[in-house]
């Protein structure tokens, strides 16, 4: 059975950081490549970044030099790093693996607000 969980969401400042993670299980982690997407209140869902089995990263426009993401294949788990965070970055943020099917997380809400 394929578990992804989110984790490390919660409420911040404009200007603040948060550090999310998702740990895999079910999958040979260090063959799929690892997102994250968002999905703000009342919108689509919107992709944000994602990394390769080989470490190659893409960023949306929208978040890029302000968040990275980086995978860590011994503990099967991928991270998103969110500085400068603006309100415009709230949403419930969700991970996915591909590799031969696309599995996802259940999400975890960042809200951005002063």
């Known amino acids: 059975q394929v578990q992804l969980r989110e984790s490390g969401g919660g409420l911040v400042q404009p200007g603040g950081s948060l550090r999310l993670s998702c740990t895999a299980s079910g999958i040979i982690f260090s063959a799929n490549a690892m997102g994250w997407f968002r999905q703000p209140p009342g919108k689509q869902r919107e992709f944000v970044a994602r990394?390769?089995?080989?470490?190659?990263?893409y960023y949306a426009d929208s978040v890029k030099g302000r968040f990275a993401i980086s995978r860590d294949n011994a503990k099967n788990t991928v991270y998103l790093q969110m500085d400068s965070l603006k309100p415009e970055d709230t949403a419930v943020y969700l991970c996915?693996?591909?590799?031969?099917?696309?599995?996802w997380g259940q999400g975890t809400q960042v809200t951005v607000t002063s």
């Open positions: 996915n693996a591909l590799d031969e099917e696309l599995y």
């Open positions: 990394v390769l089995p080989g470490g190659t990263t």
